[in-house]
Protein backbone atom coordinates (compact mmCIF):
# COMPACT_ATOMS: atom_id res chain seq x y z
CA UNK A 1 0.00 0.00 0.00
CA UNK A 2 1.74 3.45 -1.25
CA UNK A 3 1.46 6.22 1.41
CA UNK A 4 0.14 9.44 0.24
CA UNK A 5 1.51 11.60 2.46
CA UNK A 6 1.77 15.45 2.85
CA UNK A 7 4.79 16.14 4.04
CA UNK A 8 5.26 19.73 4.80
CA UNK A 9 6.79 20.68 7.62
CA UNK A 10 4.92 20.93 10.47
CA UNK A 11 4.72 24.59 11.09
CA UNK A 12 3.47 24.92 7.56
CA UNK A 13 0.05 23.01 8.29
CA UNK A 14 -0.11 25.17 11.88
CA UNK A 15 -1.36 28.00 10.50
CA UNK A 16 -2.72 29.15 6.12
CA UNK A 17 -1.96 32.25 5.04
CA UNK A 18 -4.87 34.30 4.12
CA UNK A 19 -4.98 37.99 2.15
CA UNK A 20 -5.64 41.10 4.29
CA UNK A 21 -9.03 43.01 3.85
CA UNK A 22 -7.85 46.40 2.74
CA UNK A 23 -11.02 47.76 3.41
CA UNK A 24 -11.09 47.81 7.22
CA UNK A 25 -7.54 49.67 7.14
CA UNK A 26 -9.49 52.78 8.67
CA UNK A 27 -9.57 50.92 11.77
CA UNK A 28 -6.36 49.19 12.03
CA UNK A 29 -4.89 52.00 14.85
CA UNK A 30 -8.06 51.14 16.99
CA UNK A 31 -7.75 47.32 16.38
CA UNK A 32 -3.86 47.08 16.52
CA UNK A 33 -4.34 49.11 20.57
CA UNK A 34 -6.98 46.54 21.09
CA UNK A 35 -5.48 43.62 20.26
CA UNK A 36 -2.67 44.40 22.03
CA UNK A 37 -4.56 45.04 25.28
CA UNK A 38 -5.53 41.07 24.81
CA UNK A 39 -2.23 40.03 24.49
CA UNK A 40 -1.11 41.68 27.61
CA UNK A 41 -4.22 40.38 29.41
CA UNK A 42 -3.44 36.62 28.26
CA UNK A 43 0.12 36.89 29.00
CA UNK A 44 0.07 38.48 32.22
CA UNK A 45 -3.02 35.52 33.57
CA UNK A 46 -0.62 32.36 31.96
CA UNK A 47 2.48 34.12 34.00
CA UNK A 48 0.84 35.19 36.96
CA UNK A 49 -2.45 32.76 37.11
CA UNK A 50 -3.08 30.20 38.97
CA UNK A 51 -2.91 26.55 36.70
CA UNK A 52 -6.55 26.74 35.39
CA UNK A 53 -5.72 30.38 34.06
CA UNK A 54 -3.04 29.23 32.63
CA UNK A 55 -4.24 26.11 30.30
CA UNK A 56 -7.34 28.22 29.73
CA UNK A 57 -4.71 31.59 28.54
CA UNK A 58 -2.48 28.83 26.74
CA UNK A 59 -5.60 27.65 24.60
CA UNK A 60 -6.12 31.55 24.04
CA UNK A 61 -2.90 31.62 22.49
CA UNK A 62 -2.99 29.27 19.83
CA UNK A 63 -6.50 30.25 19.10
CA UNK A 64 -4.89 33.94 18.62
CA UNK A 65 -2.56 32.44 16.36
CA UNK A 66 -4.68 30.15 14.41
CA UNK A 67 -7.24 32.60 13.71
CA UNK A 68 -5.35 35.89 13.26
CA UNK A 69 -4.44 37.25 9.70
CA UNK A 70 -1.39 39.18 10.93
CA UNK A 71 -0.11 36.32 12.94
CA UNK A 72 3.23 36.82 12.52
CA UNK A 73 3.29 39.97 14.21
CA UNK A 74 0.50 37.89 17.19
CA UNK A 75 3.90 35.93 17.41
CA UNK A 76 6.22 38.39 18.15
CA UNK A 77 4.08 40.16 20.32
CA UNK A 78 3.06 37.14 22.23
CA UNK A 79 7.23 36.38 22.86
CA UNK A 80 8.00 39.64 23.96
CA UNK A 81 5.26 39.89 26.94
CA UNK A 82 7.49 36.71 28.48
CA UNK A 83 5.31 34.03 27.73
CA UNK A 84 7.73 31.24 26.06
CA UNK A 85 9.11 30.82 29.68
CA UNK A 86 5.87 29.82 31.35
CA UNK A 87 4.89 27.30 28.72
CA UNK A 88 8.04 25.55 28.38
CA UNK A 89 7.57 25.39 32.32
CA UNK A 90 4.35 23.24 31.79
CA UNK A 91 5.38 21.35 29.06
CA UNK A 92 7.34 19.82 32.28
CA UNK A 93 4.25 19.03 34.14
CA UNK A 94 2.81 15.21 34.91
CA UNK A 95 -0.24 16.26 33.80
CA UNK A 96 -1.15 15.44 30.24
CA UNK A 97 -3.17 18.26 29.92
CA UNK A 98 -1.28 20.68 30.85
CA UNK A 99 1.50 19.20 28.81
CA UNK A 100 -0.75 19.04 25.61
CA UNK A 101 -2.23 22.52 25.50
CA UNK A 102 1.36 24.14 26.10
CA UNK A 103 2.52 22.18 23.60
CA UNK A 104 0.34 23.29 21.14
CA UNK A 105 0.89 26.81 22.39
CA UNK A 106 5.00 27.03 21.94
CA UNK A 107 4.41 25.02 18.54
CA UNK A 108 2.21 28.15 17.21
CA UNK A 109 4.41 30.54 18.45
CA UNK A 110 7.25 28.67 16.80
CA UNK A 111 5.95 28.74 13.55
CA UNK A 112 7.59 30.98 10.86
CA UNK A 113 9.40 32.59 13.40
CA UNK A 114 12.82 31.47 13.87
CA UNK A 115 13.87 33.69 16.81
CA UNK A 116 11.30 32.13 18.84
CA UNK A 117 12.15 28.30 17.68
CA UNK A 118 15.64 29.54 19.63
CA UNK A 119 14.29 31.17 22.72
CA UNK A 120 12.14 27.99 22.91
CA UNK A 121 14.95 25.96 22.63
CA UNK A 122 16.96 28.21 25.01
CA UNK A 123 14.49 28.09 27.81
CA UNK A 124 14.56 24.44 28.01
CA UNK A 125 11.87 22.76 26.12
CA UNK A 126 14.01 20.05 24.21
CA UNK A 127 14.45 17.57 27.42
CA UNK A 128 10.46 17.58 28.42
CA UNK A 129 9.99 17.12 24.37
CA UNK A 130 12.47 14.24 24.25
CA UNK A 131 10.39 12.29 27.07
CA UNK A 132 7.08 13.10 25.04
CA UNK A 133 9.00 11.33 21.83
CA UNK A 134 9.00 8.29 24.26
CA UNK A 135 5.80 8.57 25.59
CA UNK A 136 3.74 5.26 24.77
CA UNK A 137 0.26 6.02 26.25
CA UNK A 138 -0.31 8.70 24.21
CA UNK A 139 -0.20 8.59 20.74
CA UNK A 140 -1.84 12.46 20.43
CA UNK A 141 0.76 13.75 22.37
CA UNK A 142 3.86 12.35 20.99
CA UNK A 143 2.41 13.33 17.72
CA UNK A 144 2.69 16.30 18.83
CA UNK A 145 6.15 16.48 20.30
CA UNK A 146 7.90 15.14 16.97
CA UNK A 147 5.89 17.73 15.31
CA UNK A 148 7.61 20.65 17.61
CA UNK A 149 11.10 18.47 17.69
CA UNK A 150 10.44 18.75 13.54
CA UNK A 151 9.92 22.13 13.94
CA UNK A 152 12.55 23.41 16.05
CA UNK A 153 15.13 21.11 14.12
CA UNK A 154 14.45 23.75 11.16
CA UNK A 155 16.59 26.62 12.27
CA UNK A 156 20.21 26.27 12.50
CA UNK A 157 21.15 27.02 15.91
CA UNK A 158 18.93 24.44 17.34
CA UNK A 159 20.42 21.16 15.15
CA UNK A 160 22.90 20.18 17.36
CA UNK A 161 21.34 20.95 21.08
CA UNK A 162 18.29 18.66 19.46
CA UNK A 163 20.83 15.68 18.19
CA UNK A 164 22.84 15.55 21.84
CA UNK A 165 19.82 15.36 23.86
CA UNK A 166 19.04 11.77 22.72
CA UNK A 167 16.19 12.69 20.04
CA UNK A 168 17.19 10.87 17.19
CA UNK A 169 17.35 7.23 18.19
CA UNK A 170 13.41 7.85 19.34
CA UNK A 171 12.81 9.90 16.13
CA UNK A 172 14.24 6.20 14.48
CA UNK A 173 11.93 4.33 16.66
CA UNK A 174 9.18 6.17 15.48
CA UNK A 175 9.79 5.48 11.88
CA UNK A 176 8.82 1.98 12.85
CA UNK A 177 6.20 1.99 15.16
CA UNK A 178 4.28 5.86 15.11
CA UNK A 179 1.52 6.57 12.88
CA UNK A 180 2.08 8.07 9.44
CA UNK A 181 1.97 11.63 10.63
CA UNK A 182 4.88 10.56 13.49
CA UNK A 183 7.05 9.29 10.92
CA UNK A 184 6.46 11.92 7.87
CA UNK A 185 7.65 14.28 10.56
CA UNK A 186 10.38 11.93 12.16
CA UNK A 187 11.89 11.58 8.60
CA UNK A 188 11.73 15.50 7.70
CA UNK A 189 13.38 16.01 11.36
CA UNK A 190 16.71 13.64 10.70
CA UNK A 191 16.78 15.11 7.58
CA UNK A 192 17.11 18.45 8.74
CA UNK A 193 19.37 17.20 11.27
CA UNK A 194 22.00 15.95 9.52
CA UNK A 195 21.61 18.39 6.44
CA UNK A 196 24.12 20.95 8.51
CA UNK A 197 27.91 21.40 7.27
CA UNK A 198 28.30 22.28 11.12
CA UNK A 199 30.93 20.60 13.28
CA UNK A 200 30.92 17.92 14.46
CA UNK A 201 28.83 16.20 11.62
CA UNK A 202 25.41 14.95 13.21
CA UNK A 203 25.48 10.52 12.37
CA UNK A 204 22.41 8.75 11.55
CA UNK A 205 22.62 5.45 13.25
CA UNK A 206 22.45 2.44 10.98
CA UNK A 207 19.40 1.28 13.00
CA UNK A 208 17.49 3.68 10.73
CA UNK A 209 17.57 1.79 7.58
CA UNK A 210 15.55 -0.93 8.06
CA UNK A 211 12.74 1.15 8.81
CA UNK A 212 13.61 3.86 5.98
CA UNK A 213 13.70 1.28 3.40
CA UNK A 214 10.54 -0.09 4.54
CA UNK A 215 9.13 3.23 3.98
CA UNK A 216 10.54 3.92 0.77
CA UNK A 217 8.64 0.80 -0.27
CA UNK A 218 5.78 2.40 0.70
CA UNK A 219 5.87 5.15 -0.46
CA UNK A 220 5.68 6.92 -4.31
CA UNK A 221 8.84 6.81 -5.35
CA UNK A 222 8.58 10.05 -7.22
CA UNK A 223 7.50 11.58 -4.16
CA UNK A 224 8.92 14.12 -1.81
CA UNK A 225 8.82 12.24 1.07
CA UNK A 226 10.69 10.09 -1.39
CA UNK A 227 13.74 12.31 -2.16
CA UNK A 228 14.17 12.74 1.55
CA UNK A 229 14.21 9.17 2.45
CA UNK A 230 16.86 8.78 0.05
CA UNK A 231 18.68 11.45 0.73
CA UNK A 232 18.37 9.33 4.22
CA UNK A 233 19.54 6.12 3.37
CA UNK A 234 22.82 7.74 0.94
CA UNK A 235 24.36 9.09 4.34
CA UNK A 236 24.07 5.49 5.65
CA UNK A 237 25.72 3.77 2.49
CA UNK A 238 28.56 6.87 3.52
CA UNK A 239 30.16 3.90 5.90
CA UNK A 240 30.38 0.70 6.97
CA UNK A 241 27.99 -0.28 9.28
CA UNK A 242 25.32 1.60 7.11
CA UNK A 243 26.07 -0.01 4.35
CA UNK A 244 25.21 -3.37 6.46
CA UNK A 245 22.30 -2.05 7.70
CA UNK A 246 21.33 -1.14 4.33
CA UNK A 247 21.79 -4.51 2.67
CA UNK A 248 20.45 -6.68 5.27
CA UNK A 249 17.01 -4.60 5.62
CA UNK A 250 14.47 -7.05 3.50
CA UNK A 251 14.46 -5.61 -0.42
CA UNK A 252 16.88 -3.24 0.41
CA UNK A 253 18.89 -3.57 -2.56
CA UNK A 254 15.21 -4.30 -4.82
CA UNK A 255 13.70 -0.96 -3.31
CA UNK A 256 16.86 1.08 -4.27
CA UNK A 257 16.81 -0.73 -7.92
CA UNK A 258 13.25 0.56 -8.33
CA UNK A 259 14.05 3.93 -7.26
CA UNK A 260 16.68 3.96 -9.56
CA UNK A 261 13.93 3.11 -12.09
CA UNK A 262 10.68 5.11 -10.95
CA UNK A 263 12.02 7.84 -8.93
CA UNK A 264 12.21 11.43 -9.48
CA UNK A 265 15.44 12.87 -10.53
CA UNK A 266 16.80 13.37 -7.19
CA UNK A 267 15.82 9.88 -5.82
CA UNK A 268 17.58 8.15 -8.69
CA UNK A 269 20.57 10.43 -8.05
CA UNK A 270 20.45 9.45 -4.14
CA UNK A 271 19.59 6.02 -4.94
CA UNK A 272 22.26 5.05 -7.54
CA UNK A 273 24.86 6.89 -5.59
CA UNK A 274 23.85 4.29 -2.66
CA UNK A 275 24.36 1.41 -4.77
CA UNK A 276 27.97 2.90 -6.38
CA UNK A 277 28.73 2.88 -2.33
CA UNK A 278 28.11 -0.86 -2.10
CA UNK A 279 29.81 -1.63 -5.40
CA UNK A 280 32.68 0.22 -4.69
CA UNK A 281 32.72 -1.03 -0.87
CA UNK A 282 32.94 -4.43 -2.03
CA UNK A 283 32.82 -5.17 -5.60
CA UNK A 284 32.96 -9.12 -4.79
CA UNK A 285 30.09 -9.04 -2.04
CA UNK A 286 27.05 -7.11 -4.11
CA UNK A 287 28.02 -6.90 -8.14
CA UNK A 288 26.09 -10.42 -8.33
CA UNK A 289 23.17 -8.84 -6.06
CA UNK A 290 22.50 -5.55 -7.78
CA UNK A 291 22.69 -7.56 -10.89
CA UNK A 292 20.17 -10.45 -9.56
CA UNK A 293 17.57 -7.35 -8.71
CA UNK A 294 17.24 -5.96 -12.66
CA UNK A 295 19.56 -2.95 -12.20
CA UNK A 296 20.43 -2.98 -16.05
CA UNK A 297 18.18 -1.03 -17.63
CA UNK A 298 17.28 1.35 -14.75
CA UNK A 299 20.98 2.31 -14.66
CA UNK A 300 21.27 2.43 -18.52
CA UNK A 301 18.11 4.92 -18.83
CA UNK A 302 19.86 6.80 -16.20
CA UNK A 303 23.01 7.16 -18.27
CA UNK A 304 20.70 9.13 -20.95
CA UNK A 305 18.08 10.87 -18.52
CA UNK A 306 19.32 11.33 -15.51
CA UNK A 307 21.42 14.80 -13.85
CA UNK A 308 24.65 15.23 -14.50
CA UNK A 309 25.68 13.98 -11.02
CA UNK A 310 23.42 10.39 -12.03
CA UNK A 311 24.57 9.68 -15.23
CA UNK A 312 28.46 9.13 -13.98
CA UNK A 313 27.16 7.83 -11.33
CA UNK A 314 25.23 5.00 -13.35
CA UNK A 315 28.21 4.72 -15.50
CA UNK A 316 30.77 4.10 -13.04
CA UNK A 317 28.58 1.61 -11.71
CA UNK A 318 27.41 -0.28 -14.75
CA UNK A 319 31.69 -0.51 -15.03
CA UNK A 320 31.67 -2.15 -12.05
CA UNK A 321 28.78 -4.59 -12.89
CA UNK A 322 30.65 -5.83 -15.89
CA UNK A 323 33.09 -8.99 -15.56
CA UNK A 324 36.54 -7.27 -16.08
CA UNK A 325 35.86 -3.54 -14.83
CA UNK A 326 39.84 -3.24 -15.09
CA UNK A 327 40.06 -3.34 -18.89
CA UNK A 328 41.98 -0.48 -20.37
CA UNK A 329 39.02 2.02 -21.18
CA UNK A 330 37.77 2.40 -24.91
CA UNK A 331 36.30 5.48 -26.57
CA UNK A 332 33.39 6.23 -25.32
CA UNK A 333 30.66 5.11 -27.46
CA UNK A 334 32.58 1.32 -27.32
CA UNK A 335 32.63 0.91 -23.38
CA UNK A 336 29.25 1.71 -23.46
CA UNK A 337 28.51 -0.41 -26.13
CA UNK A 338 30.71 -3.08 -24.59
CA UNK A 339 29.26 -2.69 -21.32
CA UNK A 340 25.73 -3.12 -22.38
CA UNK A 341 26.94 -6.13 -24.41
CA UNK A 342 28.64 -7.93 -21.54
CA UNK A 343 25.52 -7.93 -19.21
CA UNK A 344 22.85 -8.14 -22.01
CA UNK A 345 24.30 -11.52 -21.67
CA UNK A 346 23.00 -12.01 -17.94
CA UNK A 347 19.51 -10.89 -18.28
CA UNK A 348 16.16 -11.94 -19.28
CA UNK A 349 14.99 -11.30 -22.90
CA UNK A 350 12.45 -8.56 -21.95
CA UNK A 351 15.38 -6.85 -20.84
CA UNK A 352 17.86 -7.27 -23.64
CA UNK A 353 15.04 -5.21 -25.94
CA UNK A 354 15.17 -2.27 -23.63
CA UNK A 355 18.94 -2.30 -23.50
CA UNK A 356 18.86 -2.22 -27.45
CA UNK A 357 16.00 0.33 -27.54
CA UNK A 358 18.23 2.56 -24.51
CA UNK A 359 21.33 1.57 -26.83
CA UNK A 360 20.17 3.23 -30.13
CA UNK A 361 18.90 6.33 -28.23
CA UNK A 362 22.27 6.86 -26.14
CA UNK A 363 24.04 6.56 -29.78
CA UNK A 364 21.83 9.00 -31.15
CA UNK A 365 22.12 11.25 -28.44
CA UNK A 366 26.11 11.12 -29.35
CA UNK A 367 27.06 10.63 -26.15
CA UNK A 368 30.69 10.83 -26.03
CA UNK A 369 31.20 14.77 -27.53
CA UNK A 370 34.68 14.10 -27.43
CA UNK A 371 34.80 13.18 -24.15
CA UNK A 372 34.95 9.99 -22.15
CA UNK A 373 31.59 8.40 -21.21
CA UNK A 374 33.32 6.77 -18.46
CA UNK A 375 35.52 9.33 -16.38
CA UNK A 376 39.57 8.25 -16.31
CA UNK A 377 40.35 7.83 -12.68
Given at each position: MSIHLNIQPAEAKIHSRQLPNRRKKINKPMESEEKQTVIDDVSNRLINGDMSTKIQAAGEIRSMIRNRRCSKKIRVKFAGAGVIPP????????????????????????AR????????????AIPPLVKLLN???????????TAAILTLSATPNNKQTIASSGAIPLLIQILSCGTIQERVDAVTALHNLTATKEEPAIVLDAAA?????????????YSKFAEIITGLINILSKYHEGRLAITKAEDGILTLVETVEDGSLVSKEHAVD?????????????????????????????????????????????????DSPSEKRLRSSSVCEKIIREIAARVDGSSVETIKILLQDMVQRGMSMGSSCIPSK
Open positions: LVVMLCSSDHVVCEVSLLALLNLANDRNKEQIVACGFQTSDNLREIAASPLINLLKECKKVLLDLCRSSRSKYRVLILNEGAIPGLLRLTVYGTYEARNKARLLLELLR
